[in-house]
């Protein structure tokens, strides 16, 4: 870990169990940057999920089953490509953070680029269908960073193979919802 994140800070890893680990700090702004930072992938794959105890909570406990992403909305015309826009679409597909307002400049090109608290444990949507002035458009959709994700349903938290939906390979990708 201290590889992928690069702390300034010494950083102390404890595991815990069934493939959980604590992670200690010594820089609060260094823990903030990290937690803030992701998505983390591990072997450039699998995803870190963090997230934050309280005194109370028994590490082991925590819920790790939302993770904060980039989003690169695709397909919208350049009167909506807006902050409102963002906030409204990240609502659509999980909740809100923030929309990238460092390149206003590239504004004009063809993405709006959002950051988003998903559930992991949701499919990950491939469009949003929005109704603009009296008609309906279709944009798409697309995550930075993705890990290992199944292309049977869409989930992050497992691989096609360990999918209730997987009936043995095949060499069809059409049949795989989520692509290859």
């Known amino acids: 870990m201290r590889n992928l994140w ?3 800070a010494q950083v102390l890893i404890f595991y815990l169990e069934d493939d959980r680990f604590a992670f200690g700090f010594n820089s609060l702004s260094e823990r903030n940057t990290i937690l803030r930072g992701g998505p983390w992938l591990f072997n450039k794959q699998f ?3 963090l997230a934050e105890a ?4 028994y590490p082991s ?7 904060e992403s980039w989003i690169q909305v695709k397909g919208l015309p ?3 490509m807006t902050r409102q826009m963002g906030k409204f679409l990240g609502n659509q597909l999980g909740k809100y953070v923030l929309t990238d307002q460092s390149r ?7 993405i709006l680029r959002i950051r988003v608290r998903l559930d992991i444990q949701k499919p990950l949507r491939q469009y949003v269908a929005l109704q603009l002035e009296g008609r309906t458009l279709s944009v798409d959709i697309r995550y930075e960073k993705l890990p290992f994700t199944c292309f049977l349903c869409g989930i992050m938290d497992h691989v096609e193979d360990q999918c209730e939906k997987y009936h043995g390979p ?8 989520y692509g290859r």
Request: charged share 25%.
């Open 6 to 8: 690069r702390p300034k």
């Open 47 to 49: 995803l870190l999920v």
């Open 54 to 57: 309280n005194n109370m909570t």
């Open 61 to 67: 406990r925590v819920p790790l089953v939302h993770q």
């Open 78 to 80: 350049f009167y909506y």
């Open 104 to 110: 206003m400049k590239e504004r004009f090109g063809s």
């Open 170 to 177: 095949q060499d069809n990708d059409y049949a795989k919802p």
